[in-house]
């Protein structure tokens, strides 16, 4: 079974996420800010992050300067899902190596799941 991370600080989309991936087959595991987040893909391996930005402690940005950073996640796979839309945004987060930048007011959580299933 796939395992996904999902670091993000709203309840309502965590709750949301995690009842979708569940339903689509994944494992799922929450961290809603930056700190734990960061904690716990040191602690476990996931198949892929899902990943807010506006973050309470460290935020997103941080986040993925660190994974490329530590050897052992080099390699993890990481989506920002961000109401940041800006294209200075976008392009920095792909540049800090997330595969896909997804604006949440532009896809339902049904078309982000769908998203992940042809990435993972
Ligand atoms: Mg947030």
Redesign the pocket.
């Known amino acids: 079974m796939k395992n996904i991370l999902l670091i ?3 309840p309502f989309l965590v709750n949301i996420y995690t009842t979708k991936l569940k339903e689509s087959g994944f494992s799922t595991d929450a961290a809603n800010d930056g700190e734990t987040g960061l904690k716990k893909l040191k602690e476990k391996e996931f198949d892929l992050l899902i990943l ?1 930005i ?2 309470p402690h460290i935020d997103g940005w941080e986040i993925l300067k660190e994974i490329r950073k530590e050897d052992g996640l080099k390699d993890l796979k990481v989506i920002i899902l961000s109401n940041l839309g800006r294209k200075e945004e976008v392009e920095k987060g792909l540049g800090l190596g997330a595969v896909k930048y997804f604006i949440k007011a532009h896809y339902t959580p049904s078309e982000i799941v769908e998203e992940i299933k042809k990435i993972i």
């Open positions: 993000e600080d709203d807010d506006v973050l």
